[in-house]
């Protein structure tokens, strides 16, 4: 099946800097999406984007879905940001995830 | 629109007793998935549903565990009889479809601890 791999794994800031997530997969994919985890452990939702780039606020994403990557940045960033970070890619049904990358910002 | 809906939120519960975690997916939604959350594992799918007809059931990890959708707004997963080894966050989540392409939504977990 289509693997899926995240890095860093892990990764500590201060607040106010900036990360660039990586998430590289195996194989030809109908559907990317980055989620969030936050303490509370919901899954949020961040960007749905098999292709292309996508902002929304401090955050943005870009898949070059030929290459078979995807990048998450976060910009500027805040306490609230810390948690896990996970990309999930669907090849033919199922959305597979990987094994996140677990932010901690420091104020 | 409320989300994916998915009760209860915590169920502690003791090894032998019979576990049912129930969810209910967006409105117009056709598909329905189980997965599990351990920090061995990750996050692995149990079970997924299309139109409410189970499609593949290869992620269940043993006959103790059964899941149904009887209708496109309600699907339960049940454990009979619970282990220790079941403790686990359990989520829900229901896909829509925007050809080519599909996008999902997560419910907010149940927290499983089995004693």
């Known amino acids: 099946g289509i693997q899926v791999e995240q890095s860093p794994p892990d990764l500590i800031l201060q607040e106010g800097a900036n990360s660039t997530l990586r998430c590289n997969f195996s194989d030809s994919v109908n559907n990317l999406q980055w989620f969030h985890q936050n303490p509370w452990g919901q899954l949020i939702n961040l960007f749905y984007?098999?292709?292309g780039t996508k902002q929304n606020g401090r955050l943005s994403a870009t898949t070059v879905a030929t290459e078979r990557y995807s990048l998450l940045y976060i910009s500027s960033s805040q306490t609230t940001d810390s948690g896990v970070y996970f990309c999930?890619?669907?090849?033919?049904?199922?959305?597979?995830f990987g094994q996140g990358t677990r932010l901690t910002i420091n104020p | 629109d409320a989300g994916v809906i998915q009760s209860p939120r915590h169920e502690v519960t003791e090894m032998g007793q019979e576990v049912t975690l129930r969810c209910k997916p967006i409105?117009?939604?056709?598909?329905l998935f189980w997965y599990r959350q351990t920090m061995m594992r990750g996050l692995e799918l149990l079970i997924y549903f299309n139109n409410n007809v189970p499609i593949d059931d290869s992620g269940m990890p043993e006959d103790r565990f059964s899941a149904k959708m009887p209708n496109a707004s309600f699907s339960t997963l049940k454990i009979q009889p619970s282990e220790p080894r079941d403790s686990a966050v359990y989520f829900c989540?229901?896909?829509?479809?925007?050809?080519?392409?599909?996008?999902?939504?997560f419910g907010s977990g149940t927290r499983l601890t089995v004693v």
């Open positions: 409105s117009g939604h056709n598909s």
């Open positions: 999930a890619v669907q090849g033919a049904q199922k959305l597979v």
């Open positions: 989540a229901s896909r829509y479809r925007v050809l080519p392409h599909y996008g999902y939504t």
């Open positions: 984007i098999p292709s």
